[in-house]
């Protein structure tokens, strides 16, 4: 089962920083490209341009035995920017990135859609989840 978790990206990275011992965090970067027809002047209307979105995703998840499994994920879509690698070739697999590289690509500017959604096997496994996310809720209170 997944569901929506009403929790900002940013307060989760900030929480990511100090995350108690048990939870391991993995970021990835995505370009999903759809080939548009161009309709510009001086363009050959046979060419095609790349349409490219960049997709960041953050899982985190508890270290502990598959029966408290959970994956909690934050994904941003957001439009190229300095996501493009700097040779300009787009990989085709996601490619692992660090949670300071994430941050800097998807959340400095604000510009992506993000959504945090968590996933849980059982309901057992989601009461679980439950107390990590009051953790998380009260690790926000205090910065406030």
């Known amino acids: 089962m997944e569901r929506e978790i009403d929790l900002s ?23 999903l490209c759809e080939g548009a027809p161009v309709a510009t002047a001086g363009v050959d209307a046979e060419d095609e341009l790349e349409v490219a979105t960049t997709v960041g995703l953050v ?31 787009v990989p085709d697999d996601p490619e692992e990135i660090g949670l300071d590289e994430f941050e800097a690509c998807f959340l400095e500017d604000e510009a992506g859609d993000a959504a945090v959604t968590v996933e849980a096997d ?10 990590v996310l009051a953790g998380i809720l009260r690790a926000g209170q205090g910065a406030t």
């Open 59 to 89: 899982e985190v998840r508890p270290l502990r035995e598959a029966g408290e499994a959970w994956v909690l994920r934050l994904r941003v879509e957001n439009p190229l920017a300095c996501h493009l690698p700097d040779d300009g070739s």
């Open 122 to 131: 059982r309901a057992a496994c989601a009461r679980a989840f439950d107390e």
């Open 9 to 31: 990206a940013r307060h989760l990275m900030d929480w990511l920083r100090s995350a108690p011992p048990g939870i391991e965090a993995r970021a990835t970067r995505e370009f």
